[in-house]
């Protein structure tokens, strides 16, 4: 993995980046004094302080906002809290979820309670597997859009796995069997989360920035695998 992130929009305020899969947004508890994370790896690149303002887990890619200053890092985060921000996910599912909200409550930490939790859903694309999996035939797979309106702790990949509609290559939440079948075929280990879309209002000049980045090729590939229909 390279150390340079790529950068999808910076001002003197703010910056936008496509973080990559398997890397941490900020050091945690537990991690090597030399491991790598994208606030240190971007300060580096850019020279200066950079403070993360949301949570995009590890293992997710996609659109990232991080602040380079304390105060419009408290700015945007309180944006965050306002639910101001409107982030959308695609994701790669067992399954067909149809259209829907998931509201079931999702724990707020990996021992923590139960809180209350909204994510809207709608299925783009579904292929057939041809293949018998726990039970049921022709196992369909689907590319599904996903808005969360809350923002808890691994809450998209609670909610797929609430509703059996777990999300491809989720090793905590997800179908272990299932994700390792997949990975041989394709090749890829990876975690079938992707944050495609951000909007948010510009703390400094009031504007409405609303940044997208497509799907990784990744997502496709794995189901071009599968005779199926769109």
């Not at 509703?163 to 390792?180: C, K, Q, S, V, Y």
């Amino acid at each position: 993995m390279s150390n340079i992130l790529p950068i999808i929009y910076q001002d003197e305020h703010l910056v936008v980046i496509n973080k990559p899969i398997s890397l941490p947004v900020h050091k945690s508890k537990g991690m090597a004094n030399d491991a790598p994370y994208v606030t240190k790896w971007l300060g580096q690149q850019l020279e200066c302080s950079v403070y993360n303002v949301h949570r995009l887990d590890a293992k997710t890619s996609g659109i990232l906002l991080l602040a380079l200053s304390p105060e419009i890092a408290t700015q945007l985060t309180e944006q965050f809290a306002r639910r101001e921000v409107d982030k959308v996910y695609h994701a790669l599912v067992k399954g067909i979820p149809g259209e829907g909200v998931f509201n079931g409550k999702v724990k707020k930490a990996k021992r923590g309670n139960k809180a209350t939790a909204e994510t809207a859903y709608r299925t783009l694309r579904t292929v057939y597997t041809k293949w018998e999996h726990k039970g049921e035939e022709n196992l369909p797979l689907s590319l599904v859009e996903l808005k969360p309106t809350t923002g808890r702790w691994h809450q998209l990949r609670q909610h797929c796995s609430h509703d059996r509609h777990d999300i491809i290559g989720d090793a905590e939440h997800g179908d272990f069997p299932l994700n390792r079948l997949l990975a041989e075929m394709i090749g890829e280990k990876r975690l079938y989360l992707h944050a495609c879309s951000l909007s948010f209002e510009h703390p400094v000049t009031k504007e409405r920035m609303t940044f997208e980045e497509p799907t990784p090729p990744t997502f496709a590939a794995l189901l071009d695998l599968f005779d199926g229909e769109s």
